[in-house]
């Protein structure tokens, strides 16, 4: 494919593509174009002969293979999609989190979302809670974090909640076993990970302390990572987990999907709910 494109300085503009496949029967429209090296001078080839014309031009000329077009095509498509073409798209991933970073040890936080399996109807159910991913790394000199080493904690929940409802003087811990419940290959891994996730106050009030303790006998890891986090950084997360709280459960699903409209017939088809207010 082959796109040429002509653009005088007072704004007219000639693009063309395919020119040798232009009909001869146009007579407004030349069928070649020749380009002197001289930058002011076309040399045009219409159904009447040919003719010069003295104009500054600026010529563009590009070569698509069907690999180049196609991924053109696809990043116009990216620009300004159709609603045709958003409908059964899904958003790209976005990536987000809040850091704090201390002499001994950083602390990142992001959000995961929730999880969701199709029904027999078309419809959809929360199969899987949001959580908080806490990543603990421990300081490998100054201003530097060793990120091979960190430790993940995942926060429910109800472990939020926890966390958002603490007082200046309030405390609470969290113990995880990922192996408790599962059994593989016949031979129970239960107990040999051990995390339990201490948040307690600092001696003058001023914040928290976040310490995490992992025990790993799988790989034979015995860690103790510890950070304070001051007042303002805990307000920050707890307004954080006040806000992401309701995507987690997937409410905000539900929210989006529900119409006027639908009200009403979605609740007659839950036979199954008895409302107070029906009663």
């Known amino acids: 494919m082959v796109s040429l494109n002509i653009t005088a300085p007072g704004g007219g503009r000639l693009s063309i593509l395919n020119p040798q496949k232009l009909s001869s029967c146009n007579s407004t429209v030349p069928i070649s174009i020749l380009v002197t090296r001289s930058k002011n001078e076309i040399f045009l080839t219409g159904p009447h002969g040919k003719y010069s014309?003295?104009?500054p031009?600026?010529?563009?000329?590009?070569?698509?293979?069907?690999q180049e077009l196609q991924q053109q095509q696809r990043f116009s498509s990216l620009k300004s999609p159709s609603p045709s073409q958003t409908a059964g798209q899904l958003p790209r991933r976005v990536y987000v989190g809040y850091t704090i970073y201390k002499g001994k040890a950083a602390l990142a936080v992001e959000p995961c979302s929730p999880e969701f399996s199709p029904l027999e109807s078309g419809a959809f159910?929360?199969?899987?809670?949001g959580l908080i991913l806490l990543q603990f790394a421990p300081a490998a000199g100054v201003r530097q974090y060793d990120w091979s080493r960190k430790q993940l904690f995942s926060l429910s929940v109800t472990e939020i909640g926890n966390i958002i409802s603490l007082g200046t003087r309030d405390s609470c811990e969290f113990f995880h076993d990922p192996h408790k419940g599962r059994r593989m290959n016949l031979c129970s891994e239960e107990g040999k990970v051990r995390k339990l996730l201490?948040?307690?106050?600092?001696p003058d009030g001023s914040g928290h302390f976040f310490n995490l303790s992992v025990q790993n006998k799988l790989i034979n890891?015995?860690?103790n990572i510890y950070?304070?986090?001051t007042k303002a950084e805990f307000a920050v997360l707890v307004s954080s987990f006040?806000?992401?709280?309701p995507y987690l459960l997937g409410w905000h699903t539900f929210a989006n999907s529900t119409r006027p409209e639908d009200a009403s017939r979605l609740n007659?088809?839950?036979?199954?709910v008895d409302y107070e207010w029906n009663r």
């Open 227 to 229: 950070i304070p986090i």
């Open 221 to 223: 890891v015995d860690e």
């Open 57 to 66: 031009v600026i010529v563009k000329s590009q070569y698509l293979t069907p």
């Open 268 to 272: 007659n088809a839950n036979s199954t």
């Open 125 to 129: 159910k929360l199969s899987k809670e």
């Open 198 to 202: 201490k948040v307690e106050p600092l």
């Open 53 to 55: 014309k003295n104009v």
């Open 242 to 245: 006040n806000f992401i709280l």
